[in-house]
């Protein structure tokens, strides 16, 4: 059974910094693409982040570059997201999903809330 | 950036009815679409991926077309369940969602 699970959402200050993990199960971690993707209350989808199979190459919203930092170790099986110098607006469920590269077998976590406030 | 539109934001129609999405890309983005649903409360789920290719499960009543710049998610014969928040989302370059339609049942 493919499962991704995401961890590290919690209350934070603005300023402040959270590293989310996604772990996953079920497939072959190492050959797909991983993204980040958030929704804040009551808003659509925002894509924030994605990864290449192997990690080399990694591309930003405009929204989070300079601040979050996409990464995964292919031998635990997981993505992380380093988030600095959070704001407001970055309150949201932060989803880790398979990219819709992988076609028909594509996969979305349950997703992780981070809120940001004083 | 590739920006992405819908239309229309919020259609109401009855069960039955034959239901039409359309997504536009600011540019070109091939046939590189994802179309999702996602029901009051609960997470994405993937519907058409490769803008017309149906993902194992999903119900046939879904289907996509379009390539280049526009393109459209139908139901041919809308039930309860369908009731639903949609989005496209392309992944040509970077990656980006539209906006988003939402689906009410008369």
């Known amino acids: 059974e493919v499962q991704l699970v995401e961890s590290g959402g919690s209350l934070v200050q603005p300023g402040g910094s959270l590293r989310l993990s996604c772990a996953t199960s079920?497939?072959?971690?190492?050959?797909?693409?991983m993204n980040w993707v958030r929704q804040a209350p009551g808003k659509g989808l925002e894509w924030v982040s994605v990864?290449?199979?192997?990690?080399?190459?990694?591309y930003y919203a405009d929204s989070v570059r300079g601040r979050f930092t996409i990464s995964r170790d292919n031998s635990k099986n997981t993505l992380h997201l380093q988030m600095n110098s959070l704001r407001a607006e970055d309150t949201a469920i932060y989803y880790c999903?398979?990219?819709?590269?992988?076609?028909?077998?594509?996969?979305w976590g349950q997703g992780t809330l981070v809120t940001v406030s004083s | 950036d590739i920006q992405m539109t819908q239309s229309p934001s919020t259609l109401s129609a009855s069960v039955g009815d034959r239901v039409t999405i359309t997504c536009r890309a600011s540019q070109s983005i091939g046939t590189w679409l994802a179309w999702y649903q996602q029901s009051p409360g609960k997470d994405p789920k993937v519907l058409i991926y490769?803008?017309?290719s149906l993902r194992s499960g999903v119900p046939p009543r879904f289907s996509g077309s379009g390539s280049g710049t526009e393109f459209t998610l139908t139901i041919s014969s809308l039930q309860p369940d369908d009731s639903a928040t949609y989005y496209c989302?392309?992944?040509?370059?970077?990656?980006?969602f539209g906006p988003g339609t939402k689906v009410e049942i008369k």
């Open positions: 999903a398979q990219d819709p590269t992988s076609g028909d077998f594509m996969y």
């Open positions: 990864i290449s199979a192997s990690g080399d190459t990694t």
């Open positions: 079920g497939f072959t971690f190492s050959n797909y693409v």
């Open positions: 989302q392309q992944y040509d370059a970077y990656r980006a």
């Open positions: 490769k803008a017309s």
